[in-house]
Structure formats: structure tokens, C-alpha cells
């Protein structure tokens, strides 16, 4: 198992019906998050569901769209995109998600930028 995959394995996930839950929002106002970006899940344990990382004070963190948007227009998937956010990136010394959760959002989309 890599490193990546590890990662993405200990990460704390929320299902659809928890995040509608958390966010107190409908169903399809959530599943617009998806639609528009706004989150990534992955169907990998089955249900989708999100890693909680990607929320913060139970709002989808708000650097995270432009993110997810630069690592989509380099050619990841979805699961390939959320791997990426959570493993360790050796150039930052961090998993991206945590440089983005401390407002480091330009380093983070300049290393994924670098990725296309």
C-alpha cells in the first residue's frame, strides 16, 4: 500500500446523509457542493463520501474549489485529486490540505499547477 493510499485511508470520512447533516443544508443543495466543485468524494469504501478535512467550522473550506479546479484541469480524478491533498507533499513538508486549512493557498495551487 502507498504512502498515498494510507493516507486517504486514515482520513475521517463523511457520507452524503452527514454532510447534509453538518451542513444543514438540503440534499440536492449539497449535491450541488459536488456539481460545482465546491467538494470532491470518493466511492472507494463505498457510499460516497468526503474526507472531513475538507470542512472546516461545518462549511466546506472555502480555499478548497479553486484547488480542487487546478488539480481537475491538470487530469486528476476525483480519488486522485483527494489522495493528493492528503498525502505528506515533500516540497511543502505538510499534505496540502493542512497548508490550505492555514491559509496557504497560493503555495499549494503553484505545486499543482506545476503537476499539469
Request: charged share 30%; net charge negative.
Amino acid at each position: 500500500m502507498s504512502e498515498t493510499e494510507t493516507a486517504a485511508q486514515a482520513a475521517e470520512w463523511l457520507t452524503l446523509p452527514e454532510l447534509v447533516e453538518i451542513l444543514g443544508e438540503t440534499l440536492g443543495r449539497v449535491r450541488r457542493l459536488f456539481d460545482e466543485q465546491y467538494l470532491i468524494g470518493s466511492r472507494r469504501n463505498g457510499p460516497l463520501a468526503v474526507p472531513a478535512v475538507f470542512l472546516k467550522d461545518d462549511q466546506p473550506l472555502g480555499s478548497l474549489r479553486g484547488t480542487i479546479i487546478v488539480l481537475k484541469d491538470a487530469g486528476f480524478s476525483d480519488d486522485e485529486a483527494i489522495d493528493w491533498l492528503l498525502a505528506e507533499e515533500e516540497s511543502m513538508g505538510r499534505a496540502p490540505i493542512a497548508a490550505l486549512r492555514e491559509g496557504h493557498k497560493s503555495e499549494v495551487r503553484r505545486i499543482a499547477r506545476a503537476l499539469a
